[in-house]
């Protein structure tokens, strides 16, 4: 007899562990069911349209341009925040309803130099400061940030414009307007 | 007879012309980004064949984009330390400051050839090449000869190469 009571303890021991890691897993589930079905319709996710950079009235290289575009498109699909990551000029943009579009203005650059930065190690550093805007079809300006992006050490000086498009992606995906839901709110600030 | 002899010399100019102009060319270069289906930072070959500009990695298939889809070429120039991370953590390594002399004269020159083009949904492209020293300027008047229509200003390319060298050289 004395096994079989062993044998029944053990089982109900198995049981009370497996409720137990399950029921929180559970309610994290209701919990996003909730949030993501709050007015009894699923949450919208907002596609985004990336325009070409405008270097303003600064004297930026061409293929600086291109590579923060391109670093752009590349990091915000990374970040999966947006439903689809469109090209400027895409005409399959004009299809999507909830789409929002990214305008980069440089406001600063302060070109370096490799050389100068492998010789002098605090020196020949590659700068560069944007503002970001994510604006709905309409021309409302949703979120607005300055970014800053840079190369001091290591790497070419085209590194500089992939560290500044993560920090955009990492701006928007820290806004709410990425996720799901109405953008309302003016986001202003710098990163 | 004389007519006869001009149309006979003018129609091999033409051929030959037509065949300069359809010659496959082609370089070694330096994929930084962009261009479609290739990875970044690798090396291989740009080569311009018919109506299509090609980059194929090495011991790879070959990624192609139709010639007529380029809608501006860019050139500039930039200068390099050499050697990438091996040469970098030597240089680190190397004692009583030697690594930085050494940064002073391990440097190179190079083209970068930055191209604007449109895909199948007219979305825009871009894709920057680094090539040898004076190979930017054999690809762009390449892909102008076949009809690459540059919309810039030329005088920007030449402006855009020196402000960049001249930060290169402070």
């Known amino acids: 007899m004395k096994p079989s009571k062993c044998n029944l ?3 109900c021991m198995i049981a009370l562990v497996a409720i137990i890691l399950t029921l929180p897993g559970q309610l994290a589930g209701q919990t996003e069911a909730a949030k993501s079905y709050s007015n009894g319709t699923p949450a919208t ?10 270097p303003g009235t600064l004297e930026l290289a061409y293929s600086f341009q291109i590579a923060i575009y391109e670093n752009l498109i590349e990091k ?21 309803p909830n789409l929002l579009m990214l305008k980069t203005t440089v406001e600063k650059y302060t070109p370096g130099s490799e050389t100068r930065r492998a010789v002098t190690t605090v020196s020949g550093a590659t700068k560069l400061t944007v503002r970001s805007q994510l604006l709905t079809r309409e021309g409302e300006v949703v979120l607005e940030r300055t970014v800053n992006g840079d190369v001091r050490f290591f790497g070419s000086n085209l590194r500089a414009t992939q560290n500044l498009a ?6 928007i995906k820290q806004s709410p307007v990425s996720g799901s839901g109405q953008p309302t709110a003016v986001l202003t600030g710098q990163l | 007879m004389v007519a006869l002899i001009c149309c006979g010399l003018t129609a091999a100019a033409q051929n030959s012309i037509q065949q300069k102009t359809s010659k496959a060319f082609s370089t070694r270069a330096t994929h930084l980004l962009g261009f479609a289906n290739t990875k970044s930072d690798c090396s291989g070959t740009l080569s311009i064949e018919d109506d299509s ?18 809608g501006d070429v860019f050139l500039g120039a930039e200068s390099k330390q050499v050697g990438g991370l ?6 680190t390594a190397a004692p009583f400051g030697g690594g930085r002399v050494v940064s002073l004269f391990a440097h190179k020159k190079y083209d970068t050839l930055t191209l604007e083009y449109v895909d199948a949904d007219e979305g825009i492209h871009g894709a920057i090449f680094q090539l040898t020293k004076g190979q930017g300027e054999v690809v762009r008047n390449e892909l102008i000869a076949r009809g690459v229509a540059i919309s810039s200003h030329p005088g920007q390319l030449t402006k855009e190469s020196a402000t960049e060298a001249r930060h290169e050289t402070k």
Do not use: C, H, Y
């Open chain 1, 166 to 171: 993560r920090n955009i992606a990492k701006t």
């Open chain 2, 86 to 91: 091996p040469m970098t953590l030597g240089k």
């Open chain 1, 76 to 96: 915000l699909k990374k970040t999966k925040q947006f439903q689809q990551v469109f090209r400027d000029g895409d005409l399959k943009a004009s299809e999507v």
């Open chain 2, 53 to 70: 500009l090609q980059f194929q990695q090495t011991g790879k298939p070959g990624a192609k984009v139709k010639i007529a889809s380029v």
């Open chain 1, 9 to 11: 303890s053990i089982a």
């Open chain 1, 45 to 54: 996710r907002w596609s985004v349209q990336v325009d070409r950079v405008d």
